[in-house]
């Protein structure tokens, strides 16, 4: 369920980031930046090293 919740975050946070570079807001961009790469590195390290080859 952990992981779902950050799935879901992850994917708000694709979907912000194209909107903050258009729009060029500076903060806001770097804050869901290092969130999208604290949640892949969760990911990674909670789901995709557990799955089989």
Known sequence: MFNVVLGIVAQCCLTLLPMYVVL??????LITVILL????LILKRTWWDKLED
């Open 37 to 40: 790469a604290v949640i892949v």
């Open 24 to 29: 060029w807001m500076k903060l806001p961009l």
